[in-house]
C-alpha cells in the first residue's frame, strides 16, 4: 500500500484485458525478450504460481511484473505512465523478489532497457557472471543480501542437510514462515498435545463438530510441526542411510512443510492407518471433499497435483478467508 497503489497477484478472469493491454504496447522495462504469440495463454500458465502481479489504483491498472520461477528471472515490468506513481516500479520489484524468495531463489535476474539500467541498479542489481557481450546484459541480484536472518538461518540449514536448493522451484512448493502464535487444539491419536494457530484452531473445532453431526469421526494425527522438528526428523533418517532424495519422496523437506504454518493438519477416523492413502477411500474424506471448504479448510496435495507429490488425502490446510 503505497500512493493508493496495491499490489497483488493477477486473476484469472483479468486475462483478456492484460493480455489486450500489453498487445497495446503498454511500456515496457525489460529487454530483449520476445513476446510470446499467445500472451493470453502465457499469463495464464502464471497464475497457478501467482507470479503474475499486479500494481492496481482503484479499478486501474497501474502496472504489472512477471516472474519466470523455473529460471529465476523477471519477464516483464509494464508501466502505465498515467496510473503508476513513481514508486510502482520499485513496489513491482520487491513483490517479484518476495515472490522469488519464497519459492527459494536467491538469485533473481533481470534484463532491462539501457535507459532504465541505473534505476535497477540502485535497487541491488548487479551485472551477472554469465553477463557476455550483449548490449542488454542480465542484472542479478543476491536475495539473500539483507533478507530476514530467520530465513538466512532456514537457507543454512537446508543446505547443511543436503536440500537440493532449487526444491521450491522444482516442485512449486513455497517456504512456509513458522507460526509465532499457536493455541492448544487437544491431543493427537498418539496422545500428544497439538497446536494451531487460533484462526485454524476455531476453524478445525467447527470442521470436526460439524463432521460428528454427521456421524463421522475426525481425528487429529498432526498440527503444527515446527522447523527444527522437521530437521530432526531429516538428521535421524539420513544417519539411518536414507539418502536425501528417498526422504524428499515422503517428508517435505524444513521450511516447506505446510505444518510450520500453524494452519495445517493431518487428520484421519477410527479403523483406518493413518497417513495412508486407504483413509481417500472413507466416507470422512468424502464429506471432507464436499464440507471442508466451508470452514475454510482445502486439499493441499490431491490426486494428480501440481507439486508432482502423491495424493495426501489426510492433509487440509486452513485458508484464511475474510468475511466466512
Ligand atoms: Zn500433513
Known amino acids: 500500500m503505497n500512493n493508493g497503489i496495491r499490489i497483488r497477484p493477477a486473476r484469472n478472469a483479468e486475462l483478456p484485458t492484460l493480455a489486450r493491454l500489453i498487445e497495446n504496447q503498454l511500456p515496457d522495462m525489460m529487454a ?47 508501466l502505465d505512465p498515467e496510473t503508476a506513481s513513481p514508486e510502482t516500479p520499485k513496489q513491482l520489484f520487491k513483490a517479484a523478489e518476495q515472490l522469488a524468495l519464497s519459492y527459494g531463489i536467491r538469485k533473481l535476474g533481470c534484463q532491462v532497457k539501457k535507459q532504465v539500467s541505473g534505476f535497477i541498479k540502485s535497487m541491488g542489481y548487479r551485472t551477472g557472471s554469465e553477463a557476455g557481450d550483449s548490449p542488454t546484459p542480465v542484472l542479478e541480484k543476491d536475495l539473500l543480501d539483507g533478507a530476514d536472518p530467520e530465513l538466512i538461518a532456514l537457507i ?13 522451484i522444482r516442485y512449486r512448493m513455497c517456504l512456509q514462515p513458522e507460526a509465532k502464535t499457536l493455541v492448544p487444539v487437544g491431543r493427537d491419536i498418539f496422545d500428544r498435545d497439538q497446536r494451531l494457530v487460533p484462526a485454524a484452531a476455531t476453524a478445525w473445532t467447527r470442521l470436526q463438530t460439524a463432521a460428528s453431526g454427521h456421524a463421522i469421526e475426525l481425528k487429529l494425527v498432526s498440527a503444527f510441526r515446527g522447523v527444527n522438528y522437521q530437521a530432526n ?12 532424495d528417498d526422504i524428499l519422496k515422503v517428508s517435505a523437506p524444513p521450511g516447506y512443510s505446510e505444518h510450520h504454518s500453524g494452519q495445517a493438519i493431518d487428520v484421519t477416523t477410527p479403523g483406518i492407518k493413518p497417513l495412508e492413502p486407504e483413509f481417500g477411500e472413507t466416507k470422512a474424506y468424502r464429506w471432507l471433499r464436499s464440507n471442508a471448504g466451508i470452514y475454510g479448510f482445502k486439499e493441499s496435495y490431491p490426486r494428480e497435483n501440481r507439486h508432482g507429490i502423491a495424493w495426501e488425502p489426510w492433509h487440509w490446510r486452513y485458508h484464511h478467508r475474510p468475511g466466512l
Open 32 to 78: 530483449g525478450r520476445k513476446r510470446p504469440a499467445n500472451i493470453e495463454k502465457h499469463l495464464a500458465s502464471l497464475i497457478p504460481d501467482k507470479s503474475l502481479i499486479l500494481a492496481t489504483r482503484g479499478n486501474r491498472l497501474a502496472g504489472l511484473t512477471a516472474v519466470d520461477i523455473d529460471h529465476a528471472l523477471i519477464l516483464a515490468c509494464y
Open 156 to 168: 543454512k540449514l537446508q543446505d547443511e542437510l543436503g536440500i537440493p536448493a532449487d526444491y521450491g
Open 233 to 244: 526428523l531429516f538428521r535421524r533418517k539420513l544417519e539411518q542411510g536414507q539418502s536425501i
